[in-house]
């Protein structure tokens, strides 16, 4: 995705995501299906062993955003309320 091929990626409601960006900054805008009601919102811990991601950035280059720091480790059971 970028400024230039203008594409956009489609999340399911419900369904995890993550990104990482591999340039310097990045607008990252989110469509939602209603309004935001961060009460319902969940964050899985970045780098959640279980989920086996290999991010192509170490673990010292990460930055995350205050909501992200305060992720939690999946035991394997649904967030969805």
Partial sequence: MSE??????????GMAHGFVVMSESADFLYKTTDYYAPEHERCIV????????????????IKLSAKDKLGSYWDGACFYD
Wanted: no cysteine.
């Fill in 4 to 13: 230039l091929n203008q594409k956009m990626m489609w999340v399911p409601e």
């Fill in 46 to 61: 970045w780098n959640e062993p279980s989920l086996g991601i290999e991010w192509p950035v170490s673990a010292l280059e």
